[in-house]
């Protein structure tokens, strides 16, 4: 694996949360440690890829020989990743992006007022994976988080998002996905008017990102 099989490849990764302002102190977001698209990154530099790793905030050091681009909202790393994708990329949106922001984000901190509880309003994010597979030629790799129909609602996703392979994980189960240093998927790709599917792991994140970077390898060809 380490014989440089990657060599001459411009990979870009996004991985871990977005988290999006309520005010200068308070934020949304979601419970994703990024080990994963870590990981990944990790290994496709390791493989010999130039690596550009689009992160959220998390508290992991940037992986040896990837250039990390650290942000914070949703609207921002869709910013980075226009910035670093380039037609020949292949793109692996590990990322968990928030679906919705507030709508406004106050510029002081917000009072409690009265008793009553507090209703907000929010909007609808940009799709990262969705853009970069509509207005770029990278090869799309994207991550499903589900925790019921996994393997129906992946498949879907697939089609929706107009990409070539998905890696689902089952998120309900303790034992592997978010938080964890061990992972299990379920890829779905498509070659020529099929979709095949291979499982990968269970396995630490870093064995399955070796798996997956062969299997992107392949299919690619
Ligand atoms: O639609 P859903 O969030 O389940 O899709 C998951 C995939 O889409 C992941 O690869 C994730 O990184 C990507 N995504 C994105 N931008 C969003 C939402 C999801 O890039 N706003």
């Known amino acids: 694996f380490y014989h440089k099989i990657l ?6 990764v996004t991985a871990g949360p977005t988290v999006e302002a309520i005010d200068p102190v308070r934020y949304l977001a979601n419970r994703s440690s990024g080990k994963m698209g870590y990981a990944v990154a990790e290994m496709a530099a390791k493989a010999g890829a130039k690596v550009t790793l689009v992160s959220g905030p998390v508290c992991l050091p940037a992986p040896f020989g990837v250039d990390r681009i650290s942000v914070e ?20 949106s590990c ?14 901190k917000m009072k409690k007022t009265g008793d009553d509880g507090l209703v907000m309003e929010l909007m609808q994010n940009p799709d990262i994976l969705k ?18 129909n996994v393997s129906e609602y992946a498949k879907a996703k697939m089609e929706r998002k107009g990409i070539t392979m998905i890696c689902a994980n089952d998120v309900s189960r303790c034992d592997i996905g978010f938080s964890c240093d061990d992972n299990e998927l379920q890829v779905y790709y498509r070659d020529k008017n099929d979709v095949k599917q291979k499982a990968i792991g269970p396995a630490s994140k870093q064995l399955v990102a ?12």
């Not at 853009?131 to 019921?148: D, I, K, L």
């Not at 070796?210 to 060809?221: A, D, P």
């Open 73 to 92: 909202s949703a609207t921002s790393m869709l910013q980075a990743v226009k910035e670093a994708v380039t037609d020949d990329a292949i793109f692996v």
């Open 210 to 221: 070796e798996q997956l970077i062969q299997l992107i390898e392949k299919v690619r060809q």
């Open 95 to 108: 990322a968990a992006v928030a679906d919705y922001r507030p709508k406004k984000v106050a510029s002081e």
């Open 131 to 148: 853009w970069v597979a509509s207005e770029s030629r990278a090869f799309c790799v994207g991550f499903a988080a589900e925790t019921q």
């Open 7 to 12: 060599d001459g490849q411009h990979w870009v």
